[in-house]
């Protein structure tokens, strides 16, 4: 049977301050270093979702401007081919209007030289008819 005397007093008391003690030297302050790592993994976390988002910020922005840089580029290209285009179509008609002058140009010098040797050869028009004449014939036509 359990008997109830002094030492189970003082045991009571050992014990009390005992748990005392332990929670002064060991307890409270393991528990304080197991707070503290909680309050350091919870903020290391949030700063990681923060960088996480700040990762993906960037990387949003990153796309967005390689969008637009491929748009600007698009439309520069065209714009350069657009302008290449129009400069070839103002080289190949200045090139044709060229082209007619220098057609035109013969075209009335030959003009002149046929006028020129009609003119001279007129005179001569007769004799050379009544050559061939005689000649097809063969004898002479008045």
Avoid at 80 to 85: F, G, H, N
Avoid at 122 to 128: F, Q, V
């Amino acid at each position: 049977m359990i008997e109830l005397n002094f030492t189970l007093l003082i045991q009571a008391a050992n014990f009390l301050v005992l748990i005392y003690v332990l929670n002064k030297i060991l307890y409270k302050p393991i528990l304080k270093i197991l707070d503290e790592r909680d309050e350091r993994i919870s903020g290391g976390q949030e700063k990681a979702k923060k960088l996480i988002e700040e990762g993906e910020a960037i990387f949003s922005s990153y796309n967005q401007k390689l969008h637009d840089a491929k748009i600007e580029a698009v439309a520069v290209k065209n714009a350069t081919r657009k302008e290449a285009v129009d400069q070839a179509n103002a080289i190949i008609d200045e090139a044709r209007k060229k082209a007619e002058d220098i057609v035109l140009g013969v075209q009335k010098e030959m003009a002149e030289e046929i006028a020129r040797v009609k003119k001279e050869l007129e005179p001569e028009l007769g004799i050379m008819a009544s050559t061939i004449a005689q000649q097809i014939l063969g004898r002479k036509v008045a």
